[in-house]
């Protein structure tokens, strides 16, 4: 009968022209008599009623209003959606003189073809305004429903949903409360005579209407009047039981009936005449149920009067669409409701979200650092309190709606992580689930480093929450499905993805799908960064893999990445997966045999065809991984000591050697993590020497010394000394070996392994047959005698006899030059060189002095200035000053170099007056000449990187002095002296030379030389000519310059001369 009833007051009311609305209270009370199970039925039947006799407005609003309350009947989503009906409904005749409502006519929706003489409109234009207005009325209704929304709810909808009273400060005033209160007291002034004082209060609030109730808020029922108020505050009872919600929802916290105290119950003379009061039989319930996948929802309603009620505990065990009805119910009509929400049941199984226990020894410190590689610490904020039940869902949609509401932009879609994250966890259908996931997936068409970050931490989340098995199932397929997306930050993603998500995943996924997948991206993807990324997530899975047999694949990733082109894979394979894969090794007991066997097996071949292809760069490359991995080799013996049952007996009792083991810039490299600690490294290290001073030795420690040195001593051979990159790499690689393993090593095992290299000691002739070219004496000098401080007399002495040695024989200083090169990289070492070095200047052979300047030439560019102005320039002027010709010829480069290295003023002016002598007193011989031709030499290859003045003060004018001088020596020698003056010339000519300098010293020698050049060389002359042009043209722009300036000046000078006169 109720809905009977409901039906005919619908229909009335769109039959009157009321636009089809129904009073919500009206509906509620015909309705009050039937349950929640009953009421879609009802809703259904009045659909087809409202459909049947046309009464179109009044179904769009019943649609909208189901939409709002989250659900939707089908028979009013198949009508609104089908084009068809509106089609049909356009080519009747009633619907030609339609009126257009002016509330729906704006600017762009106005037509005004329809007030034209033109004639009738075509159907189809008549849909498409109809449909365009009808659009622009929902609109318009879900704009100020949204507004009404915003303004009524709650701070937080969590308080609302578990009972929690929302307190607020009594000077805090909501502007829905603001604007009814103007409204009632505006309406007791006018009823009351002040006028004036309306007028005033009117004025005074200018931003509302306070003479229209609608334009305080939408379906808000207007309140009783003051004076009602009053009255029904004195005539109630202070101990009738509280009118209130236990979740204040929006009619108790934001409605008028809030202007009440809490605890007052609510008169009959506070309702409106025009507004019906709710009528019951005293003890009347009633009771709504709502069906949501098999679970209940019951709120019971007790009548309203002044006696006490039994209040029900309300079960809320599902939080689906329907929840937010709870919000419509006429609340103003209870007087005491509490809503009890229990928590849900976790869908899955508990053991499903376990974790398998793997079964690996990976320190926590290592793994950490891993994961590090792959994603950067994530903001908390984005995924703290991610629940795993449903009451926890309420409070972060609490969190969440009020951010994402208003609009989503792509600024603010990290805030929709969370939330649909905590909806796929906790939803019970699959689909739906599938669907969100997607969507989280997506969240952004191409996301950048912050975006993905985010991403990367829901999925974190998500892996900790769903476990294993609903992980693989569900968001794992999101990655699968982008590998080959046209947009790189999506592939990017999807590799750091499956990094992220390894330690969540089942073992037999992660081994088979995962590795699948990124081993794929390796393969077919071209852009480096992505390459990349899959090398760091490649990483990350080997770390969570037990199965031996990937290692192998593993090894195979890893010279793919160390053979890519681009350098960040290159770089990632290294730092990354390298670490990973050797701590894997070294757990199967493959470290020696097959991974540092592996890598040595690729640097002798670099080194065999060193003759024919010399690739440094990949030998660099090779060399800087076994480097990286000597503090795993180093814990590595360690660990598979005999001893190693007995540390923990030393542990506590030793103190690490600090400068032993530097710390390194990331975990992977540090002994101290790959051991387990500080203190448990300091214990094996401890057990270890000891074992070393007793000569004990073991499989890992052999190895070491039967294959590792051995093929480290054979790279030294075939590598050039000539390569300065590669030796100097290789003396790195040596020292830092040397300096891990300890003294004890370095001298039982690691010299004996250069006894061949050290034949240089033996002979002249051992010298020639071992020495030329080779790389072993700078790597045994600065790799492992310059390793240990107890080696440094020993240190001294070598070099002594090694300059003396290399010296006597005459051969090429190239292994001289790059061993003291190699050594003058460590500062600490600098005056042990130059002590060597000394002794050697005061040497009786001519060679070895002239050795030792060559020497200087070299280091002194890596020396402070204060050692060169004490140690190295007295040495240089002792050599200079030497009776033998060749000594003075070899120490005028050192100067050169110094003269480019330093800009001291008192040590320039020194090395200037050593020069200017070594020109002035050279005799006037064949060796005078030569000295001076060096010098030339000399200053024309270091004037351009020569300080500015120094070259203009002394260079240039140097240069032109000796031009004069030479014009008189005979053809063949004048020849050798205009070549290194024209050498000369050409190189300052890049230089920036100051005008007068130019004028005085620079143009006249070059149009000297040009002349005399004719006569040798015709192409000189011409070069020389075309630099003189150069010269000529910047002197003649810049005198046009400065005339421009000087007559400018001047005539503005007698513009002012002439006002001032006016």
């Given at each position: 009968m109720g809905e009977t009833r409901a039906k005919v007051a619908l229909c009335e009311r769109e039959k009157h022209g009321t636009g089809g609305h129904v009073d919500e209270g009206e509906l509620w009370e015909v309705m009050a008599g039937r349950d929640s199970r009953s009421r879609e039925p009802c809703l259904g039947a009045l659909a087809e009623h409202l459909l049947r006799e046309r009464l179109?407005?009044?179904a769009l609003e019943l649609h909208a209003e189901l939409l709002e309350r989250g659900c939707e009947l089908p028979n009013l989503r198949d009508f609104f959606s089908n084009p068809g009906n509106f089609e049909s409904f356009c080519a009747t005749p009633a619907l030609t003189s339609l009126v257009h409502s002016g509330s729906l006519t704006t600017l762009d929706s106005l037509d005004f073809a329809r007030f034209s003489d033109d004639g009738v409109r075509e159907s189809d234009e008549r849909v498409a305004v109809l449909e365009f207005e009808l659009r622009k009325a929902q609109e318009t209704i879900r704009a100020l429903r949204a507004s009404l929304t915003h303004a009524t709810e709650p701070k937080s909808p969590a308080q609302v949903l578990f009972g929690e009273k929302t307190t607020l400060a009594e000077d805090v005033i909501q502007p829905l409360e603001r604007c009814a209160l103007n409204f009632l007291v505006n309406e007791y002034l006018l009823q009351n005579g002040y006028k004036l004082t309306a007028i005033t209060f009117s004025e005074e609030n200018g931003e509302q209407d306070v003479e229209m109730w609608d334009d305080v808020g939408l379906n808000v029922p207007k309140p009783p009047t003051l004076l009602a108020m009053y009255r029904g505050q004195g005539q109630s009872d202070p101990t009738s039981p509280c009118l209130s919600c236990s979740n204040h929802s929006d009619h108790d916290m934001n409605s008028p009936l809030s202007l009440f105290s809490e605890g007052t119950q609510v008169p009959e003379s506070m309702y409106d005449h025009d507004e019906e009061k709710p009528k019951r039989d005293e003890g009347q319930n009633m009771i709504w149920e709502v069906n949501n996948g098999g679970k209940k929802l019951a709120v019971l309603e007790g009548s309203n009067n002044q006696e006490s009620f039994e209040t029900a505990d309300v079960q809320i065990q599902a939080m689906g669409e329907r929840l937010f009805e709870l919000r419509e119910l006429p609340w103003r009509y209870c007087s005491h409701v509490q809503v009890d929400i229990q928590e849900g049941a976790v869908m899955e199984d508990e053991d499903s979200t376990q974790l398998e226990v793997l079964n690996r020894a990976i320190p926590p410190a290592f793994l950490h650092g891993l994961l590090q590689t792959c994603h950067l610490p994530i903001d908390s904020q984005l995924t703290s309190g991610i629940p795993d039940t449903q009451q926890g869902l309420v409070l972060l949609l609490g969190r969440c709606l009020p951010c994402i509401v208003p609009n989503v932009l792509l600024s603010k879609r990290e805030d929709l992580v969370p939330l649909l994250l905590s909806v796929a966890f906790l939803h019970p259908s699959t689909c739906i689930r599938d669907e969100l996931l997607h969507v989280f997936f997506n969240l952004f068409k191409r996301p950048d480093l912050k975006q993905?970050?985010?991403?990367?931490?829901?999925?974190?989340?998500?892996?900790?929450l769903a476990g294993p098995s609903r992980l693989g199932s569900e968001l794992l397929p999101q990655c699968w499905e982008q590998i080959n997306h046209k947009y790189v930050e999506r592939r990017l993603l999807v590799a750091e993805a499956c990094g992220v998500l390894a330690p969540f995943l089942l073992k037999s996924i992660r081994s088979s799908l995962v590795l699948s997948m990124l081993q794929q991206m390796l393969a077919e993807q071209r852009v480096s960064e992505v390459r990349e990324a899959v090398i760091r997530a490649v990483a990350i899975v080997l770390a969570y893999i037990d199965d031996p047999d990937k290692?192998?694949?593993?090894?195979?990733?890893l010279l793919v990445s160390l053979a890519d082109s681009a350098e960040?894979?290159?770089?990632?394979?290294?730092?990354?997966?390298?670490?990973?894969?050797a701590c894997w090794a070294a757990e199967l007991d493959r470290l020696e045999s097959h991974l540092f066997a592996g890598l040595l097996c690729k640097l002798q071949a670099l080194c065999s065809e060193w003759t024919t292809v010399r690739d440094e760069r990949k030998l660099r490359m090779y060399l800087s991984v076994v480097h990286s991995l000597l503090p795993c080799l180093f814990v590595h013996v360690l660990q598979t000591a005999p001893f190693v049952q007995q540390a923990a007996s030393v542990i506590g009792n030793v103190k690490l050697e600090e400068a032993r083991f530097p710390k390194a810039s990331s975990s992977f490299g540090d002994a101290r993590v790959l051991a387990g600690g500080p203190e448990r490294l300091a214990a094996l290290v401890f057990l270890y020497e000891e074992s070393m001073a007793a000569e004990r030795t073991w499989a890992s420690l052999g190895w070491i010394e039967k294959e590792m040195l051995p093929g480290l001593v054979a790279v030294a051979k075939a590598v050039g000394a000539i390569a300065d990159t590669c030796v100097q790499d290789l003396c790195s690689l040596l020292h830092c070996l040397c300096s891990t393993f300890g003294y004890t090593f370095t001298d039982k095992m690691v010299k004996p392994a250069f006894q061949p290299v050290l034949k240089l000691l033996e002979g002249p002739s051992a010298c020639e047959e071992y020495m030329v070219g080779n790389a072993g004496l700078p790597v045994y000098t600065s790799g492992?005698?310059?390793?240990?401080?107890?080696?440094?007399?020993?240190l001294a002495s070598f070099l002594e006899q090694l300059l003396e040695g290399i010296s006597t024989v005459q051969l090429p200083l190239d292994v001289l030059k790059a061993t003291f090169t190699c050594l003058s990289s460590d500062e600490h070492l600098h005056q042990l060189i130059l002590k060597a070095l000394w002794t050697a200047v005061v040497h009786p052979a001519p060679t070895v002095r002239c050795a030792t300047a060559k020497v200087f030439e070299v280091i002194l560019r890596v020396m402070n200035v204060s050692l060169v102005d004490k140690r190295v320039a007295p040495a240089l002027v002792t050599l200079a000053s030497d009776s033998h010709l060749s000594v003075r010829l070899a120490s005028i480069p050192a100067f050169g170099a110094m003269i480019e290295c330093t800009t001291q003023k008192e040590l320039l002016e020194r090395l200037k007056m050593q020069l200017g002598s070594m020109l002035d007193d050279a005799p006037a011989d064949e060796g005078g000449q030569a000295l001076q031709l060096e010098v030339v030499r000399t200053l024309g290859r270091v004037g351009p990187n020569a300080e500015p003045h120094f070259r203009d003060d002394f260079v240039i004018p140097?240069?032109?002095a000796r031009w004069q001088t030479w014009r008189l020596l005979p053809e063949v020698s004048k020849l050798e002296a205009a070549m290194a003056l024209f050498e000369?010339?050409?190189?300052?000519?890049?230089c920036f030379v100051d005008e007068a300098v130019l004028q005085q010293h620079f143009l006249p020698a070059l149009r000297s030389l040009s002349d005399d050049m004719q006569s040798f060389s015709h192409e000189h002359q011409l070069i020389l000519n075309s630099i003189i042009k150069d010269f000529e043209l910047k002197l003649e722009e810049k005198n046009i310059r400065d005339s421009r300036s000087v007559g400018d000046s001047r005539s503005g000078f007698l513009g002012n001369v002439f006002q001032r006169r006016k």
């Open positions: 179109l407005l009044s993905r970050h985010s991403i990367l931490a829901g999925c974190t989340a998500f892996g900790r290692y192998f694949l593993g090894y195979e990733l960040g894979v290159q770089v990632a394979g290294r730092s990354s997966l390298l670490s990973s894969l492992v005698l310059a390793s240990h401080t107890q080696d440094q007399e020993k140097c240069l032109q000369a010339y050409s190189a300052l000519a890049c």
